[in-house]
Structures are given as C-alpha cells and as structure tokens.
C-alpha cells in the first residue's frame, strides 16, 4: 500500500485532525505570482477575435464527441476563455478577502475555470511542433497578457511522443499542451492540503477545455500516464518543486502528421534554460507534498492496461427504494463564452425565498454526471463515471427535503433514491469549517464521491491525480452548467469529511466525499461593479 492511501486518509481526517504543519500562516505579502515570469523570453500576442460558436452555441456546452482539427484562433480563444484573466471581481460578498479586494495589489482577476482557493498554480506550456503557426519550439501561456512566451527553440514535439510512450495517446501529433504545477503557488497557503488541491485544480481546466472543444466541434483527452521525468527536464523543471500533470494532444488543421519512430532518446535530451523569476523571498518546502508528489512519480511511464480501472468505477445505484423523478433538463442556449465569463462563486448570497424548479436541478446533474469520466488515457471509453453525486435537497419545487443518491440511468431523464428525509441545511452548516456560505439557503448541496482506495489499489499512487482531475471537472462542469442556467453557484473543500461519510453511509461503499457544490438562487440587486478586461 503506497503513500497515497496514507494521504487520502489525512484528507478525510482534517476536519477533526489537521495535517502538519498545524500552525502554518501564510506570509500574504511574500505570496507567489499566480503564473510565472520568464525575463527576457519573446512574447508572441495571440489573437483576440471572436471564434466560430463563441456568440452562440453550435453543438452545445455538454455535446457529444467530434473530431475537428485547431487553428490558432480556436486555440487562442479557448486559452483565453479558460485561464485568461477576462475581468476584475469587485462585488460585495461574503469571503474574507472582502476588505482588500478594492487595492489594485490584493486584485482578484476573474477566469473562465475554476480555482481552489483562486490560486491558479497551473503552468501552460504549448509544445509547437512541425506544421504549426509559429516556429517549432515550447512556449509558455502568460495568462495577464494574452500571449505565448518563448523558452525554446526547434521541434521537441518527438520528445513529447517519446514520453507518451511512441504509440497512443500521442502518435501522429506534433502539437501539445503540457499542464504543470509548481507547488509553492498553491502551498504557500494550504501548505500540506495543497496536493490534493492543485490535482482538482487540473481537471477544472482540463473539463473547461473539453466543454469549450465541444462547442466548437474539437476534442480534448488528456494522458495523465507518460515518462514524466522527461518531460520535467524537458520543461526545466525542478523535480522536488514542480510536476507536469497532464499532456493534452491536438489535431491541427493542415498539420502534416509526425512520422514514426520521431524523437528518439538524444545523446543531449532538449532543455529549456529560461529559468522563472520567483516573487515570493522565502521558499517552504512541505515534506507531506513531497512525499505524496514521489508516490505518484513511481510507475508514471507504465500507463495501466486497458479494463485495469474499470473495477474502481462508481458502484451501480441499488435499485428499489423511494424515488423522485427529475424533470427533462433545460437545453443551455447560452454561448460557452458566455457561460464562462458569467461563471463565479455566490460568497454567501443565497438566499431561499424563492425554491430552485427541479428542471435546474436536473440539468446541473446531468452536466456534472457527463464529467464524471476525462476521456483519458487510462479510462475505458463507455464504461462508466468514477464518480457518483450525492443531493443535499433543501428548497427545491417538488422534490421534498432530504438526503438522496442520483440514477441517472433511472428512466429517461434520472432520479433521486431517498437516503434520509428531513430538512438537511442544520447538518450542512454544522460541518462546514469556513463562515462564507449559508449553506442552508442553497437550494441544493451535492456531493461527488469516489472510491478512492479503489483506484489506489487499482492503478497506483498515480491514480490518485485522475480521481482528483475528474472531481475537479465535476465541480467546473457544474459551475459552467450553473452560470449557463442562470443559477447562482458555490465549490467549497473546507467541510468535515468523515460527517458526510457518516451520514451517507460510505463506510459500507468505499466512497469518499471530494467536494461540496451549491447551487440555487442569490439575493436580489447585489452590489457588484462590472471590470471586463475583454
């Protein structure tokens, strides 16, 4: 049994349990950028145009699979409506960050993905190869400005195929974006809790890519399994600082396909050397992250054969008990650009007079069902989510109080199984840690769970990265669904795990409590200040 069983159960545990170091205090004034610096790299501006299908939907937010091919405005555009920075966040909540939101120092820049924390560690890196737009090299988003800098020259796309392992995910492509983290962006606040934070934090950008790729007829599967060593020195990574979590392929329009056998081990292996200018001047390294990061580096190359996972799947909804069928869900006509640019957390501003119609309810499910699954390299295309969603029902039109399980495979739109009745909102305040959400003037609290020992025991420490990614690309999924629906919505990782296990019986099932997702409707005219960048 690896070190990552060991973490998995201090998360659960840390509500009653903190994880060491117990009495780290973050320096906020020495805090990191949210992104990296690399002086002296060339910058080359991407386009700011509209796209195809960003004004209107095409295909829709939650569409089936197609196989279009980028072009550089389709990139461009879906890097800037996922991780760059659209606007300013001024409004009047509940967080604690309130007071110091209005000095320029302390901005909280808006995003299209979600962050925990609002952190946004992650570093993306495009891999140019041969048939792109711009010369063959590796290249680093910069999300304040909108453009690729440069860190090295020449095609490295082989190095990227080599890492994949020669075949599948990567054969045949010559364009990459590679997603790293360096941990001290997110530690430096949730210190030994970050690791589990920054792998929720890539899926969110990995779901926000696939619901962007679907309006617009492209496809996004990332490979969580690949020579990760390589690549990192490739990247010029330091290993004990920094991670790549995710090799996303693309199909280019016009690209000719990458021959093989390209990209051989080197006598020299190709090395970015721009190094990144670090703001923070005291640098914490937490032994626990440490640990956890070598547990998931062991075996990363060995990509699990195919069938391995499907035994850690989410276990079917028992059939029988008492049921209540959810409504058809709405068709979200709303633009992805639109939805992502709407999408923020509600900070204490639910209010419950008025109850949620089911028909909402429903169609925030079925978007956070449809992201139960990454289309990864590891998964086995058609069988079946790793997570299943839990429903904390407190104000919704025609569903009674209560605790429930959701079916979607429960007739032709789902059901909810009853697990308790009963007004649920005391237990959902009781057991939250924080003083930002009224939990119990949501509307609806859900809970996605994983069997998260299965999946260790399964495919490895590593799994722990892919049960992470796809509770991340739930709880997107469910905020995109949200703003797309015109409903207010919230992501909170600050609860008591073991309560939720109690109360929903997971002991019994293996499953864990990853999350808490409200969803329902805000006080009327808050006091917000509209900063759109672009």
């Not at 790293?180 to 606040?189: E, G, I, L, P, T």
């Not at 280019?252 to 396909?257: L, N």
Request: charged content about 20%; overall charge negative; hydrophobic content about 40%.
């Amino acid at each position: 049994m690896g070190f990552a069983h060991e973490y998995a159960t201090a998360i659960v545990r840390r509500g009653r349990f903190p994880m060491e170091p117990a009495d780290w205090v973050p320096d906020w004034a020495d805090r990191p950028r949210k992104g990296k610096h690399f002086p002296g790299a060339q910058a080359f501006p991407l386009p700011r145009t509209e796209v195809p299908g960003s004004a209107t939907v095409q295909r829709g937010l939650f569409g089936p699979r197609e196989d279009g091919a980028f072009t550089l405005p389709l990139l461009a555009g879906m890097l800037q409506d996922s991780y760059g920075l659209v606007g300013r966040r001024l409004a009047v909540q509940a967080n604690s960050d309130l007071g110091t939101l209005p000095m320029y120092t302390q901005a909280n820049w808006s995003r299209g993905t979600a962050s925990g924390g609002g952190l946004y560690p992650i570093g993306v890196h495009w891999v140019c190869g041969a048939g792109g737009p711009l010369t063959p090299g590796v290249y680093y988003y910069s999300t304040p400005h909108h453009d690729m800098r440069r860190l090295l020259a020449g095609d490295v796309s082989g190095e990227v195929r080599s890492a994949l392992g020669g075949g599948e995910p990567g054969a045949g492509h010559t364009q990459f974006l590679v997603l790293s983290v360096r941990f001290w962006q997110n530690a430096f606040k949730y210190n030994s809790f970050s690791y589990h934070v920054v792998t929720m934090d890539i899926g969110a950008l990995v779901e926000t890519w696939r619901i962007w790729a679907r309006a617009h007829g492209l496809h996004i599967g990332p490979a969580l399994w690949f020579d990760e060593e390589r690549l990192g020195g490739l990247l010029g990574l330091t290993a004990r600082e920094e991670g790549v979590f995710a090799v996303v392929p693309l199909t280019w329009e016009g690209g000719a396909a990458a021959e093989a056998g390209q990209g051989g081990q080197a006598a020299l292996p190709p090395r970015v050397h721009r190094a990144d200018q670090e703001r923070s001047h005291a640098v914490t390294e937490f032994e626990t992250v440490e640990r956890m990061h070598a547990a998931t580096l062991e075996g990363a190359a060995d990509r699990p054969a195919p069938g391995v996972l499907d035994g850690a799947l989410a276990l079917p909804v028992p059939p029988g008990g008492e049921r209540t069928a959810l409504p058809a869900p709405r068709e979200l006509d709303a633009g992805v650009r639109t939805a992502l640019r709407a999408r923020r957390s509600s900070f204490g501003r639910f209010q419950a007079t008025q109850p949620l119609p089911a028909d909402a309810l429903s169609t925030v499910l079925a978007a956070a069902g449809a992201a139960g699954t990454l289309d990864s390299d590891t998964e086995t295309p058609g069988a079946g989510p790793l997570t299943r969603l839990y429903v904390f029902v407190n104000h919704v039109a025609g569903i009674p109080q209560g605790v429930y399980l959701h079916d979607p495979s429960d007739g032709s739109d789902g059901s909810l199984r009853l697990i308790r009745s009963g007004p649920p909102g005391e237990f959902l305040q009781r057991n939250y840690f924080l003083a930002n959400y009224n939990l119990e003037q949501a509307a609806a609290v859900i809970v996605p769970a994983a069997r998260t020992g299965a999946v260790l025991d399964a495919i490895g420490d590593r799994g722990y990265r892919l049960v992470n990614a796809v509770v991340g690309a739930v709880s997107q999924a469910v905020y995109t669904a949200s703003a797309a629906a015109d409903l207010s919505c919230g992501v909170a990782l600050g609860f008591d795990a073991i309560s939720f296990t109690e109360e929903l019986g997971l002991e019994e099932t293996g499953e864990v409590p990853l999350l808490i997702m409200m969803i329902g409707h805000e006080r009327p005219r808050p006091a917000d200040f509209h900063y759109e960048i672009v």
